[in-house]
């Protein structure tokens, strides 16, 4: 938390939680969340994207290690967002 995050960290981040679910990630899914982090890196799409992608895959690949990480849902569900229906 003494560290402002950047787009280098995140990047480095999600190399690393590829590398573990990479084992049973084929190879042209991989090339494509490789490719999500490259156009993350160079600020073409939001860093949800990359996430997403890859907490896709570790729920596929049952990566829990990975998948349980706080970093892929760092607050509590009741803090998300919600469709408010005016009543």
Known sequence: MSRRTTVGRHVNVLHHCLG??????DPVRR????????????REVALSVPVAL???HA???AAAYV????????????L????????
Do not use: C, K, W
Request: glycine content about 14%; overall charge neutral.
């Open 20 to 25: 573990m679910v990479g084992a049973g990630v």
């Open 67 to 78: 998948r349980d990480q706080t970093y892929f849902a760092p607050y509590p569900s009741g």
């Open 54 to 56: 890859l907490l896709h």
């Open 59 to 61: 729920r596929g690949e």
């Open 31 to 42: 090339a494509d969340l490789l490719a999500v982090i490259d156009a993350y890196r160079a």
């Open 80 to 87: 998300g967002l919600r469709n408010h229906v005016p009543g």
